[in-house]
C-alpha cells in the first residue's frame, strides 16, 4: 500500500488544429492509472493550451507502480460528438522509485499518436512518494536498479555479482482477439503499446523480486525482448546479471572507474581466452565439405541444434532428448545456471575463455493455453540453456559470460537461440570478498587466452602452442569470444568489423515438416558461417574475434544467417597461418594456372590487409618460442615461406597436410563463388575503421564527436529462381552497401569510428530481406592513436586493483555515518565469510551452493536499503535547472560511456516500445518516408523521457525490434519499434589528465556525483 | 531485385549543405545526383551512385520532413523531432529564406496573392529558377507578410524576431512586405536596371522615414503604411514651384553654390525648373495611391532619366541635390523646412541609389 503517485498536467504547445472551423483546438488532458482517471478542465481554443492542473493523486500499490505506466491521454473537447483523441503519452515511472535515480519526471513530452505520429507536447510534472514497506513477503522490488549496460556501470563498484536471473510473462496479442475484427486497428495497436508496456513493467517486478531474493540491488546486463509469436501470443521475456552495486561516492579514488567495463574492483587482467568446439551434426559434416580437415579445428562453436515439436505438446526431437538425459545429474547438482550477461568485467572477474558456445532449438508455436502458467516457453529455454551449460563444462568451463538469447519466428516455427563464452571466473570474486587481496600475482595480460581445458584430453581438436605473450602456458591458434575484449589485453595493429553472411533457400513447408527442415538446415549454416568468418579472420592475418553474435533468422522459403564480429590480433596468439589454394584436378594446367591467380590474389590481400590494421608482430618472438614445441617453428616456416613465394606453395603445404594454413579446394563453381565473395569485402574507406564491440581495439584516443544513427534496408528478391549461391551475393552486396553508405554518410568525421555496428536480419515477407543497423561513430585524434604499448596493460591493472580494494575496507569502517549505502555494508562483511570459505571450496558447485545460503540471510538486509530512499534527492533538481534549457541535447550511444565525458548518475532504464500505422503510405513518401519519420519521432521520444529525468544522455542505447509490415496495394503500413537504454547524467571530462592509453574509454566516474554542481 | 525501403536516421540529424542548397534550388532527387557526381563527391569517399541516391533520398526526406518547422523558425528551436544544434538551425532557417535576386525583382511590389501565385511558371521560365523553388520563395514572402502584418512595432524586429533571420535578410523581407503592401510598381521597363537591393535600400529609407513608425513607434502597421498626415503635408511644398518668386529665388541660390563646381552646370541651371517641379509634383500627388505606386517610376521619369541624359556624373547629382536641399533653408518665405528635410533626406538617398546604369 506503499504509494502516492502525484501528477500535474502544466501545458501543451504545437497542438494539431482539430477544429477545422476556427484552426483551433479544445484540448483537455487524461490522467489514468490503474483503474484511476482524472481529467483536467477543457482549455478552449489554443493550440498552446495552459493548463496548470492540481496536482492528481493516485494512492496505489508498489506492485502496481511498478508494472503500469502513467498514460496521459490528450483529447479534442466536442459538444456534440465523441471527443476526439490527439494523442497518448505513456510514462514509465519506474525510475522515480530507486532511491538513487530521478527523483521528479518533469519535462515536453511528444504526444503520441499511432496514425498522427507525433502531434505537439505536453508538459507534465510527476513525483512519487513512496512509504516504507515493511512487509517482507510482498510482490514489489522497488528499488532494485536496472541497467542494459552490460559491464558494471561507471560510477558504481561491484560488491558482489550474483549471477543469472530471467523471467518470462506471456499474454494473447490483442491485435489477434476476436475483437480486432470490430474494432480499429488503431485502437488494437494502441492496446498492444499499453499491454506490452504493462508487461515490461511486471516482468522487471518480478526479476527485480528474484534480484532481491538474492541479495543483490541491481541488474546489470538488462535484455527484455518480445516474441510476437502471433496467434498464440504475446510473450515478453528478459534475462539479466543480478549484481549488488555500491555507488561510489565523491571522496572514492576516481581513477578507473570507468574503463570499458568495469569497475570493480580488482581486475586482474584474468582471462578469456576462448577456443571452440563444434559438436556431432557439424562434424559428420565437415569431412565432406572442401575444406580441409584442419578447418574443422578452428570451428569455434559448440552448436547444438535440437528440434522440438507441438509446442505445449513438447515432443522432443531423438538427439535433444539424450542431450537432456545427459544433463538430468548435473541440473540436479545445481540449479542455476551460472550464465553472465556481461560482455566486459572487473579485473581479475574473468580467469580463461574457453571458447564460444552456442544451442538453438527450432520450435512449434502453439497456442498459450494458460497466461499465468507460461510453462511451455519456460521449459525450452530451459532446455537451451542446459546445453549452454553442458557445452560450456565440455571446454572445462564453469561459467558463461557475454551470454545472450533470441528468437526468430515465422509463422508457427520459431528458432530459439543462446550463445555466450565459456569462461573460468575468479570465484572469489562472485563471493564478493573484496578484502581479501589476490596472493597470486595478476596474470599478465594474456591470461584470458590461457586454455582451460585439459591440453590431452581436448574437447575438439585445436592446436596449442605456448602463450606468445608468456611462454609458460599453452593458448590456441584462434580465439572466438561473445565478449568485449578485455582491455588489459595486449594486440597488434587496429582490429576490424568481420562478417559472414549467407542465404540459405528452404522449400515451403508446414507445421512439423518445415520445423524439421529448419533443423536440419541450421547445423550447415552454421558451420558455413564459421568457415567464412575464418577464412575472412585469416585473410587479415588477426587470429581472435571478439563481440562474435550470429544471428539466424528463418522465413517462409528461406534462412538467413549472419555473423557479425571484431577480430583482432592478439599478440599473445600465434600468427595466423595463410589460406592455400588447391585445385582438384592437378593435372588440367588451364586449372592450375588459375589456381595461381587465385592464390596471388589473396595473398595480396593478405598482405594490404596487414598492413592497412597496422599488423606487424614482432618478428623475434618466433626464435624464443621456438624450442618447446615444434609445430610452432613449422608454421612460422610455412608463413615465411608463404609470403615470399606464394606460387610455390599450394603443392608444399599439400604435401606437408599442414596443420595450421587453410586449404580451400577448388572443386566446384561453388567453391570459386566463395573465394570471390571472400575478397570481395570492402575495406572501409581511408579514415574509418569499424568494430562491433565497445570500443576499437587500436584506438584509445577518442574525442567528442558522436553520432548515433538507425539504418533499415528492405531488399525486394525480384528474380523468381534464386539460386543459392547468388542470394548470398544479395545478401553480401546488402550488407556491403549498408557500410558504404555510412562511410559516405559520416565521411565529415573522419578520422572516425563505427562502433558497436549491431545487424539485425529478418525475412518479413517471401521475397524481402531486411536489414537494421544501429551503431556510433566515434571521432578520434588521428596523431595519438598509433601509440598503443603493448605493455602497459599489466601494471595498469594491478594499480587499479589495488585502489580498488581498499575501497570497501573503507566503506565498512564508517558504514554507519554512510547513510548512502547499507548495502555496501552487507556485502561487505558478508564476503569476509565466504572469502574463508572460498579457499576450501574448490569446485564451482559448492561456490553455487554456498551462495543460495547467503541470498537468504542477505534478504533481511534489504530492507534498510528501501530506508535510504527518503534521502532520495534533490541532487537531481540541481541537475535539472542546470541542464534544462528550451531544449536538452540528449546524446544517444550504444556504447555503455560517452567519450570525453563521465557518467555522475544512472537515472534508470529507458524500455520504449511504440507502434506506427498508416493508411496513407504513397502521401508519406511510402515506406521509406513512413519509417524515416517514426524512426525519428521513436529518437524523439527516447530524448524527452531521458530529459524529463533530467538526464542528458542514453547509454547502452539499442533497437530491439523493428517490425515492418507494408501493404502498398491498399496504400497502408504498420510498423513496431522496440528500444531500450539506460538514462544518464555525464558531465564533461574535467579531468585534464589524458588517460593512460591502455584504458580506452577515457572515462572516469571517479568523482560522482558532486561533479555537475 | 530492388531496395523497397532504405533510410538512415541519426540522432543529430544529419544534414549537407550542398544537399540542401539542391533541394532548395528545386533539384528533383535524381537531377541532385547528377550534380552531385559531377562535384566529385564520389571520388573524394569511394562511393558509387547508388550510395549518392540514397544519401540524397535521405536527405531530401529529412528536409521536407523539416519544412513544415521551417514555416515557423520559432518552433524549430523547441521541436523535439529532430535534434539539430543551433547554428545549424541557423543556417537551415537562413537559407530556406534567402531568395533569388532574379526572382525577387520580378514579384517585387505585386500583391501577394492567388493570381500572381499562378503566373509563377513564367517567372519560373523567365528567371530559370526551378517552379518548386519560385513557390517556396513566394510563400516565404507571403507567409512574413501575413505575420507581420498583425503585428505592433518596428517591422525589421518583428522579422527577425519571429523569424530568426539575420539583420540583412529582415530588412530585404521588410522592403518586399513594404513593396508588397504598398504596391509600389518596379516591373515597368524603365525600372529594369534597377536591382532589388536598389529597391530594398529605398524601402528602407521610406519606412524609417516616411511611415508612422518614423514619429510613433506604437501603432499597427506603423512601418508597412506610409504617414497619411505627413504624405497631406506635402501638398505645401507645392508653393516651391507655384510660387514664381519663390521658385527664381531658389534657382539662383542653387546656381550660385553650384557654378563652377561641374561641368554639367549649364545643363543643370537650363533643367533646373523642370527637375525641381518633377520633384515636387511627386511630393504633392503622394496622397494618392495610384501615385504612391507610381513613386519609383515617377522618380526615374521626372529626374534620373533628364540628368542621365544630361550626362551627370554621381557626383554631380549628390553636388545639385545637396544644394538644392539645402538652398531652400534660405528661402525666407518657405515655411516647411521640416516636411522638406524629412521629404528631400528619402530623396535625396533613393536618388543617390538609383543613379547608376
Known sequence: MPGKLKAKIVAGRHLPVMDRASDLTDAFVEVKFGNTTFKTDVYPKSLNPQWNSEWFKFEVDDEDLQDEPLQITVLDHDTYSANDAIGKVYIDIDPLLCSEAASVISGWFPIYDTIHGIRGEINVLIKVELFNDLNRFRQSSCGVKFFCTTSIPRCYRAAMVHGFVEELVVNEDPEYQWIDRIRTPRASNEARQRLISLMSGELQRKIGLKVLEMGGNAVVGYLQCFDLEGESGLVVRAIGTACTLDKLTSGTPASNACNSPSKDGKESPLAHGCRSTHNSPVHSTCSSQRLSQNFSVSVPTLIFTGMGSGGSAGKEAGPLKTLLRQQTQTALEQREFPFFTLTSFPPGFLVHVGGVVSARSVKLLDRIHNPDEPETRDAWWEEIRQEIKSHAKALGCHAVVGYSESTSICEEVCILSASGTAAILNPRYIWGTLLARFEEQSPPSCGFCHIPYDELNMPFPAQLTYCYHCRRQKVPDVLFTTIDMPPEAAVTGKGCLIQARLCRLKKKAQGEVNATAISNLLPFMEYELHTQLMNKLKLRSMNALFGLHIQISVGENMLLGLASATGVYLTALPAPGGIQIAGKTPGDLNNEHHILTIQKRINDTIAKNKELYQINPPELTEELVGSPIPEPRQRSRLLRSHSESSDELSELDLSHGKKDAFVLEIDDTDAVEDIHSLLTDNSPPTGFYSCNTELMPGIYNWTSGVQMFTSVRVFRLIHANLTNQGLNKIFTDLCENLLKSFYFKLRSMIPCCLCHLNFTVAVPEEELIQVAVTAVAMTFDKDHSQEKSADKPTTKGCNETEEQLQFPLELCADSSSSNNQPSSKISGTASVDYGSFADRCSTWLELLRLKAHTIRRGSVKTSRRTQSLAHSGDHTHKYRTQFHNSVTVVKMTPLSFLPGTRIIKYLGIINMFFIRETTSLREEGGVSGFLHSFIAEVFAMVRAHVAALGGNAVVSYSMKECVLMENPNKNQAQCLINVSGDAVICVKETDQEPMPSTTNTGQTCSSGADGAT | ?357
Open chain 2, 1 to 357: 531485385m530492388a531496395v523497397e525501403l532504405d533510410v538512415f536516421v541519426g540522432n543529430t540529424t544529419i544534414m549537407d549543405e550542398e544537399v540542401y542548397q539542391l533541394w532548395l534550388d528545386g533539384y528533383t532527387v535524381n537531377d541532385a545526383v547528377k550534380v552531385r557526381m559531377e562535384g566529385g563527391v564520389l571520388e573524394e569517399c569511394e562511393a558509387s551512385a547508388d550510395v549518392l541516391l540514397s544519401d540524397t533520398m535521405d536527405q531530401y526526406r529529412t528536409f521536407h520532413m523539416c519544412e513544415r518547422l521551417l514555416h515557423s523558425p520559432t518552433k524549430l528551436a523547441n521541436q523535439l523531432l529532430f535534434q539539430i544544434p543551433p547554428h545549424r538551425q541557423a543556417i537551415l532557417i537562413e537559407r530556406y529564406y534567402a531568395f533569388d535576386d532574379a526572382f525577387v525583382r520580378e514579384v517585387l511590389g505585386k500583391k501577394l496573392s492567388k493570381g500572381t501565385k499562378k503566373d509563377l511558371d513564367d517567372i519560373s521560365a523567365k528567371t530559370s529558377v526551378t517552379l518548386k523553388s519560385c513557390r517556396r520563395q513566394f510563400d516565404n514572402f507571403k507567409r512574413v507578410f501575413k505575420v507581420v502584418e498583425e503585428l505592433k512595432g518596428p517591422l525589421v524586429e518583428n522579422i527577425r524576431q519571429h523569424f530568426l533571420l539575420s539583420d540583412k535578410l529582415a530588412r530585404d523581407y521588410a522592403a518586399i512586405v513594404f513593396f508588397a503592401n504598398n504596391r509600389f510598381e518596379t516591373g515597368k521597363r524603365k525600372l529594369q536596371y534597377l536591382t532589388f537591393q536598389d529597391f530594398a535600400f529605398c524601402a528602407g529609407q521610406l519606412i524609417n522615414n516616411w511611415t508612422v513608425g518614423a514619429v510613433d513607434n506604437l501603432v499597427d502597421d506603423m512601418d508597412v503604411d506610409l504617414d497619411k498626415e505627413f504624405l497631406q503635408e506635402l501638398k505645401e511644398l507645392k508653393i516651391l514651384i507655384t510660387d514664381k518668386d519663390l521658385l527664381d529665388q531658389h534657382k539662383s541660390l542653387v546656381c550660385t553654390a553650384l557654378r563652377g563646381k561641374t561641368k554639367a552646370f549649364n545643363e543643370m541651371e537650363a533643367n533646373f525648373k523642370n527637375l525641381s517641379r518633377g520633384l515636387v509634383n511627386i511630393a504633392a500627388k503622394l496622397t494618392n495611391t495610384k501615385d504612391v505606386r507610381d513613386f519609383f517610376i515617377d522618380l526615374v521619369e521626372k529626374f534620373i532619366e533628364p540628368c542621365r541624359s544630361d550626362r551627370w556624373t554621381a557626383a554631380d547629382m549628390r553636388l545639385y541635390l545637396t544644394h538644392y536641399t539645402n538652398s531652400a533653408h534660405i528661402l525666407d518665405t518657405f515655411k516647411h523646412q521640416v516636411v522638406w528635410d524629412r521629404y528631400m533626406g528619402v530623396i535625396k538617398s533613393c536618388i543617390f541609389k538609383m543613379y547608376h546604369d
